[in-house]
């Protein structure tokens, strides 16, 4: 008896996964790995991210201070990254324990996603810690260099709660990925890489 | 003083209020001492509370509580000076609640359980989830509400930790140490990363603790300290349960490997600063510690046995330690901008040579800067005695001062002690205020930095007096406690209240006069 429920049980599970987390807009959404992961604001969401990837099984390359530099030695040496995830909202003790701030942040941002497109990457932003990472100037900062730039949009629900990344998305008639919580997303994310 | 001068003093301050410099909050200093390591059976353990934190002086009474009760637990304690605490939940309160003393960091109980913090930072791993809700400063004031001896705190303060989740509030990583008037422990404490639930019956934070062998000494200087664990050896080593499976879960250790489980590099990172080395190389001059390169610091043990037996004293002159005449590259006085040549064109070290340099006179200069064991952003510090043969009242003694402990003095504040004056019971650094202790010291400290060679000297007269006056009289304050206490432990909490309370308004005073003879003597 037991046998016969396992198939039930497990579909039950993936419809269930499928519920928690959606892809609005652009359901035909196709990712690459490997991946590139990492923060505009030095705060865990980078963390968060590479964890959650790992746990879906996705090949995937985390750094907190990653450069343009280091994108394009990789595309020259045949390994370079078909998608770069950069979390946003930012964290003053990180930077500071970073030795850097919001200003150099930006600046590292800008030319990162500058290499990634070059590339023809596909760059997702990322807020999946919440609204406790959209409480000043320097989230909102964060925020707007990433999510202004990217190709798909990644956020869990408290994030969104005041609908902001939804009207972004929108917006930029791109693909957004929501979720409850943060690790939702493994398995959305194992359905949505195909290689 | 003439209404004239305080007009002046206003505005030289309110001008100098403008350059504070901002500079890591992560920079405490323990230096820990085992009974057997000092000169008269003591336990020591210490705290430089660097950063800006709450330095008010609070003490809490012993409470008993109706069953059923709950206890609020907030975040910001260590702000509670100009921050709303936030409540964060409420876990079950105990029958009966001991009292401490409270600050930024909470220190000490009736019980003579003192605890000081040092942010160790950690391997980023160790993110705590937003679910955890056990700041360390939380994790003080529960431990010391709640324990009679070090090992009782070190057990408290491991499970509420593992039950509820540890929460940074510094950056990841905490320590603390522990002592009673037997032993001091090393208590180390890391979150399990973000994604921990308090419903998922998952430990919420991983910690291990060892204890300073009674003939040693340790220091914390914001990095992890304990290496290799026995946990078989129950003298010295405690730790939870999941102390290698979470290690092996955040993918921070390879059971399969040959590698031994070395708790700092395995939770670490493992850093490096110079206050180690000042530490082990005053205590214990024939080891030899290198300091050429800080690389050999990772080598150095958890702990030492001293050459001579360590006092009070010396554990407060290594607290007002600025590295000047170190004879190591430390110094930040031995460096050439400092000087100038004479008309004889000798080199001649100019007044306004500073140990202490601030932000933007390193950048001036392009200085490197060395973090001493005494730092100008530093809110509060103190020195512990825990004393075996004396009551708790008497025994249990906090050497506390204001600001920068170079230019400040150590007050004797007994554990029986009872309420301290106003003036050290309430702080507002965003706002100049005469009925508050702690611009009495701080004035002292930014007034004189700004010609250390001239005004130094003078800061020294005023603070050693002071401090020789409180080491004279230690031992008579403590003889006639005892006498008291033996008639009426009352009478002894009165006597050596009304004794700290007095230093403390004695010290508080000379400091603001000290501050105006000071800005007279400033050279324009």
Redesign the interface.
């Given at each position: 008896m037991l046998y016969k429920r396992k198939p039930i049980a497990i579909l039950f599970s993936i419809m269930a996964i499928m519920c928690l987390s959606t892809v609005v807009r652009g359901a035909e959404l196709e990712l690459s790995t490997p991946v590139a992961i990492t923060t505009c604001g030095q705060s865990?969401g980078a963390?968060?991210v590479k964890?959650i990837f790992?746990r879906a099984n996705l090949e995937n390359y985390h750094d907190?201070l990653l450069t343009a530099e280091y994108l394009k030695e990789q595309a020259a040496q045949g390994q370079g990254f078909k998608t770069l995830v950069i979390t946003t909202g930012t964290s003053m003790?990180?930077m500071?324990?970073a030795g850097t701030d919001i200003n150099v942040e930006i600046a590292r941002i800008g030319k990162l996603i500058g290499e990634a497109k070059e590339q023809g990457m596909t760059v997702i932003g990322a807020h999946i810690?919440?609204m406790?990472r959209r409480v000043d100037h320097t989230d909102a900062l964060s925020i707007e260099t990433v999510c202004n730039q990217a190709d798909v949009l990644m956020v869990i629900d408290d994030s969104d709660s005041d609908g902001y990344f939804t009207e972004l998305a929108a917006k930029m008639e791109i693909p957004l990925l929501k979720a409850p919580q943060?690790?939702n997303f493994a398995e959305l994310l194992k359905e949505l890489f195909t290689n | 003083m003439s209404r004239n001068t305080r007009t002046v003093s206003k505005v030289l301050l309110a001008l100098m209020l403008v350059v504070v410099f901002q500079t890591s909050a992560i920079a405490c200093t323990n230096i820990l001492v085992g009974k057997d390591a000092t000169t008269d059976g003591s336990v020591i353990t210490s705290h430089t509370v660097d950063g800006r934190y709450d330095s008010r002086i609070l003490i809490y009474p012993a409470e008993d509580h109706e069953p059923g009760t709950m206890v609020p637990i907030y975040d910001n304690i260590v702000y509670g000076d100009r921050t709303q605490l936030i409540e964060l939940g409420q876990i079950p309160q105990v029958e009966h609640t001991y009292k401490y003393f409270h600050g930024g960091y909470p220190y000490a109980n009736e019980h003579s359980v003192i605890i000081a913090e040092s942010t160790i930072v950690g391997n980023r791993a160790t993110t705590n989830s937003i679910e955890a809700i056990m700041t360390i400063e939380q994790l003080q004031e529960l431990g010391l509400q709640r324990a009679k001896t070090a090992r009782e705190a070190i057990e408290i303060i491991g499970e509420l930790a593992v039950t509820y989740g540890f929460r940074e509030s510094c950056w990841l990583g905490e320590c603390l140490t522990i002592s009673d008037p037997n032993e001091v422990w090393v208590f180390e404490v890391f979150g399990v990363g973000p994604f921990w639930t308090k419903d998922s019956g998952e430990p919420g934070a991983v910690w291990a603790a060892q204890r300073v062998p009674d003939d040693h000494i340790a220091c914390v200087p914001n990095f992890s300290r304990i290496a290799e664990i026995d946990i078989n050896d129950t003298d010295h080593f405690m730790a939870c349960d999941n102390y290698i499976d979470t290690a092996i879960q955040l993918e921070l250790y390879d059971p399969a490997s040959d590698d031994p489980f070395v708790w700092r590099q395995v939770y670490g990172p493992f850093s490096i600063n110079s206050r180690l080395w000042r530490v082990y190389s005053t205590l214990q001059p024939s080891g030899n510690w290198g300091f050429e390169n800080l690389e050999e610091l990772i080598d150095y043990p958890f702990s030492i046995k001293p050459d001579e037996k360590v006092s009070v004293e010396q554990v407060i002159s290594l607290f007002r330690d600025v590295f000047d005449g170190a004879g190591a590259p430390f110094d930040m006085t031995d460096n050439e901008i400092w000087y100038y040549n004479d008309r004889d064109g000798n080199p001649v070290l100019s007044p306004l040579a500073n140990p202490q340099p601030s932000t933007d006179v390193r950048t001036l200069f392009g200085m490197k800067n060395q973090p001493t064991i005494a730092v100008t952003h530093c809110s509060y510090y103190w020195v512990s005695q825990a004393r075996s043969w004396l009551p708790n009242d008497i025994g249990g003694v906090v050497w506390i001062g204001l600001d920068n402990p170079h230019k400040g003095v150590f007050i004797p504040m007994r554990v029986g002690t009872e309420r301290v004056p106003e003036s050290w019971t309430v702080v507002d650094r965003d706002r100049y205020d005469r009925s508050c202790s702690y611009w009495a010291f701080d004035t002292v400290d930014r007034v004189s930095s700004q010609n250390y060679g001239r005004l130094m000297p003078m800061v020294a007269e005023v603070r050693d007096s002071l401090q020789n006056d409180m080491f004279a009289f230690h031992d008579a304050i403590d003889k006639v406690a005892l006498e008291l206490w033996e008639q009426d432990p009352h009478l002894a909490r009165d006597f050596v209240t009304d004794y700290t309370y007095n230093m403390m308004l004695r010290s508080e005073q000379e400091y603001y006069d000290l501050a105006d003879r000071l800005l007279h003597a400033l050279p324009h």
């Open positions: 865990p963390l968060m964890l790992n907190d003790k990180g500071g324990a810690e919440g406790g943060a690790l | -």
